[in-house]
C-alpha cells in the first residue's frame, strides 16, 4: 500500500491567513526550514492508479496540483481522475469544504457515517454533488468497509472507530451539554491493503496506516487498536493545550477544539509512550505549534520521543 500526506496542517493551513503570530511570519518571510503546509489530507492505493482520498480539504486543488498521482491520465479521455473515493473522519470544515471543489458530475463513491451524511443532506450546497453521479455510502461506526470506486473494489479496506472528540465548530449548540458532541462525530481509520487470497491484513502485521487526525483523548480502545499498526498519523494540533492564549491568536484551548496536546501529562507523547508502532508521524498541525519550528525544543523532543512531523507530499510505503 502507498500513502502520501496530502495536507499535514489544521484548520487554515501554515500559515494561516490572518495570522501573523512569529511562526506564520517566519514562513511568508521564506525562512530556511519553514515548510509551507496546506489543511489535512491524506491519500492511500493499493495499485497506484486508483486513490482514496482520506478528507477533503478546502485545498484539494492545489493538493491534486501538487501531486501527480491524483492529476487526470493524460492518455485518457478529455475528463478523467485517479481519485475513485473520498472518506470522512468528520464534518469539520476543513475536512468537507474541499468536496464543492470536486464538482463537475465526475463520478466516485463518498464514504462517511450517518452523522456526517446527515450534515451534507442538510446543507443543499453539497448537492453540486449530484447523487446520481457521486454515491454517497453510510460508514458504520465500528465496523469493516471494503472501499470501492466507480470500476469497483480498490484493493483497500478500512476499519472504522469512534474516537473522543467533538461536534463541527458549525454544528455546536452552546445550550447542549459538549456543545451537543455525540459519540461517531470524529472516526479514526485503520486502512489495509486487501489481499484476493487472504483477506486483509490485522493491525499487528506491521502492515496498517491508522489515520487518526482529530482525537480529544487516548481512550483504552483506542490504544488498542493502534498497537501493532505500520504506521500511525496522528493529531498534532497543539504542542500545549493553551498556546492559542500564550501566542494572542485566541482564547480556544485545544480541549475546547476537540483536539489533545502533544506535551504534558496528559499529552499524546505521554499517552503514546510505549505504544506498538513501527512509524509514528504528527499530522493536522496547527499555526501556532511550536514543532513547526526546525530546531525548537517542541520539534527536538518530539524527534527524540520516536515521533516525525508530517509534511505535505510525505510518501509512506506499507
Partial sequence: MKARVLGSAAGGGFPQWNCNAPLSRAV??????????TQSSIAASADGKRWAVFNASPDIRAQIAANAILQPDPEGPARNTPISAVVLTNADVDHIAGLLSLREREPFTLYATARVLETLEANSIF?????????????????????????????????????PGKIALFLEDASRDGFGSESGDTIGIAIHERNAADGFAPVTDGKTLLYVPGCARVSDDLRRRIDGAGCLLFDGTVWQ????????????????????????????????????????????????????EPGSAAETAVNQAGWEIGFDGMEIEL
Fill in 127 to 163: 448537492r453540486v454533488l449530484d447523487p446520481a453521479v457521486v454515491i454517497r455510502r453510510e460508514l458504520p461506526l465500528s465496523g469493516t468497509t471494503e472501499l470501492e470506486g466507480p470500476d469497483g473494489p480498490l484493493g483497500l479496506t478500512i476499519e472504522t472507530f469512534a474516537v
Fill in 241 to 292: 493545550d493553551d498556546e492559542m492564549q500564550r501566542t494572542g491568536v485566541g482564547e480556544k484551548t485545544g480541549a475546547r477544539m476537540g483536539h489533545m496536546a502533544i506535551s504534558g501529562e496528559q499529552g499524546s507523547l505521554a499517552a503514546l509512550r510505549d505504544a506498538d508502532i513501527a512509524r509514528r508521524i504528527y499530522v493536522h498541525i496547527n499555526t501556532t505549534n511550536p514543532i513547526l
Fill in 28 to 37: 511568508r518571510q521564506g525562512r530556511s526550514g519553514f515548510l509551507a503546509r
